[in-house]
């Protein structure tokens, strides 16, 4: 290669490098062009477009759906839309029709409520039952579908059908019976909700579930903690015949040890005689309070 | 039976020379790469993704040789004008097709065999990536042999796109070659469709041309069977052996009517 041509390689690619410069710091692509878009809809026409790729394209809607997911959940978009989450699960799952985590965890991201998913519990259960028709015999699926029913709906009844359902399937775990007993007895208690979450926290395949289900066992343990301190602010009241000031109020009179803190060491707020969790802890917000069975 | 030998060696060497098997490094790369790129991108399903990523890939790296290779098996000696050197030589027309075919159809082996080698080495290494509560409840371990039967579904497809790819180069151009092989093997993938033609059709003519086609055109849909093989679902042996002396069969066609057509061209 002449000295010339090597000149001028250096200098065309010094070129593009520094017009890619130009064009990120002035906002990168279009707004119309980063828009989310998904050309083709139907599971239908993208299975006959597949050829022999199915499973791979499965895999790459796959990925489109979870960083769909992650982005528009981490974004500071104030009207965030998942509106291709289910498209893209559907598609994902159409083209591998035995993509089991696509279908677990897809339930998961639809039924979490806005501003964290969409909110779709119906889309969720729709999603694991298209699953169940692919793989009867897969206990998970009915699992799932009475989780949903238990954690997002509180219909317990509707739940406990289904945790006896996965039951009755085969390599089903020996829990399952006992948890569809209690969710039927005292379906909606903290305790219930424990018992669901730790089987969860034992079984689960993938780090996300992991985390979610330590975040919802520590939710709840934060809502103990949460009645333990409003309890001590209403003793504090009957004794003293008015609110605490502050956490110190509190400890002086001996009912706390130190300042509180959630699971997460974030301090629990405390202002104008009211407890709650601190706007910035990572469980926030609480679940809430199951109404049904309490 | 020694010129069809020295043909095939031949045409191994020259493919070697052409650097086709560059697309190794490519395929090791795609792989390692994915590997990487994938535990960042996705929320599990790691193994199954590799799984998936590394047979298409062993298909397309594969497909892509078949084809362009076996469209210039014959026309590149037409074009050379080498053709009239060779078959003035002891060696007979159906030598020069088989021979040809030969060689490339050993291009691919060796191909997919270190490609298949190299997939089970990235397999292994991300095997040991993940602890076993994980591994247990994926439905085949890492390096599963079971993946076997998928390439060698796999190999019979190359070998039956590289005999189509032949048998039109004996008598088109290389352009026309590649797009009736790679149209033929689209539409091989349509063959459920062609079958339930007179479920969407009302002419019975039309719906028995469909069904004829069926039977006809060969179907590139039987030889997938890679996301039963990710996911441990059986494959009765019935139906490998089967689907491979399908495949086997209409090479044997496809050969048959190349050595016919090249046996009536006249060189002068």
């Known amino acids: 290669m002449s000295r010339s041509a090597l000149v001028l390689i250096l200098v065309l690619s010094a070129g593009v490098i520094g017009l890619q410069a130009v064009h990120e710091r002035r906002g990168g692509p279009l707004a119309a062009a980063t828009e989310n878009f998904l050309y083709v809809q139907s599971p239908e026409a993208m299975q006959r477009l597949a050829l022999s790729y199915d499973a791979l394209l499965a895999d790459l809607y796959w990925i489109r759906a979870v960083q769909h997911f992650g982005s528009t959940r981490l974004s500071q978009d104030p009207n965030k839309q998942y509106d291709l989450l289910y498209p893209l699960l559907d598609l994902t799952t159409s083209l591998d029709p035995r993509f089991r985590l696509a279908y677990l965890l897809g339930a998961i991201f639809l039924s979490e409520p806005p501003p964290g998913g969409p909110g779709r519990a119906d889309l969720a259960i729709a999603l694991l039952e298209k699953g169940r028709r692919a793989d009867p015999r897969e206990w998970q699926y009915p699992l799932s579908i009475g989780f949903v029913h238990y954690w997002w709906r509180q219909d317990y009844q509707e739940a406990a059908a289904w945790f006896l359902r996965a039951a009755d ?42 985390s979610e289900a330590m975040r919802r066992l520590d939710q709840l343990d934060a809502m103990d903690q949460l009645d333990a301190l409003r309890a001590a602010v209403n003793a504090y009241r009957d004794r003293f015949g008015a609110s605490p000031d502050g956490w110190e109020d509190l400890r002086r009179a001996g009912y706390l040890r130190g300042n509180p803190v959630d699971p997460t060491g974030t301090p629990y707020r405390f202002a104008d005689g009211t407890v709650s969790l601190d706007a910035t802890s990572p469980l926030h917000p609480l679940p809430t309070e199951p109404v049904r069975l309490r | 039976m020694y010129a069809v030998r020295h043909i095939a060696l031949n045409v191994f060497k020259e493919s070697v020379r052409d650097r086709v098997l560059y697309s190794l490094v490519a395929f090791a790369a795609l792989l390692i790469g994915g590997s990487f790129l994938i535990g960042q991108l996705t929320a599990g399903s790691d193994m199954k993704i590799i799984k998936d990523l590394g047979l298409a890939a062993i298909a397309t790296f594969g497909l892509l040789i078949a084809v362009f290779i076996g469209i210039g098996l014959v ?41 298949t080698a190299a997939f089970y080495l990235v397999l292994a290494f991300m095997d040991t990536q993940f602890p076993e509560n994980v591994r247990a409840i994926w439905p085949a371990p890492a390096v599963d042999p079971g993946m076997l039967r998928a390439i060698a579904l796999i190999v019979v497809e190359l ?19 590649a797009g009736l092989t790679v149209g033929l093997w689209v539409i091989g993938h349509f063959n459920a469709d062609l079958r339930n033609f007179e479920a969407v059709v009302d002419s019975r003519t039309a719906a028995s041309f469909a069904r004829a086609l069926y039977y006809v055109l060969p179907n590139f849909a039987a030889f997938d069977i890679k996301t039963q093989v990710v996911h441990a679902l059986p494959v009765p042996a019935s139906y490998l052996i089967t689907t491979t002396a399908y495949g086997l069969v209409y090479v044997a066609l496809l050969l048959t009517g190349a050595v016919v057509i090249f046996g009536r061209r006249d060189f002068k």
Do not use: C
């Not at chain 1, 085969?170 to 969710?183: F, G, I, V």
């Not at chain 2, 060696?91 to 065999?113: D, P, Q, S, W």
């Open chain 1, 169 to 210: 399937l085969p390599k089903a775990p020996e829990w399952l019976r006992p948890l569809a007993a209690t969710t039927l007895a005292q379906g909606g208690s903290r305790e219930s909700s424990r018992v669901l979450w730790r089987q969860i926290l034992d079984t689960a395949e993938v780090n996300y579930l992991r």
């Open chain 2, 75 to 115: 026309w590149k000696e037409v074009e050379r004008r080498s053709i009239y050197g060779l078959l003035s030589k002891p060696v007979r027309r159906h030598e020069f097709i088989v021979g040809k075919y030969a060689g490339l159809a050993l291009t691919l082996l060796v191909n997919v065999a270190m490609m």
């Open chain 2, 159 to 177: 070998l039956l796109v590289t005999a189509l790819a032949l048998f039109f180069s004996t008598f088109s151009s290389p352009f026309l070659s």
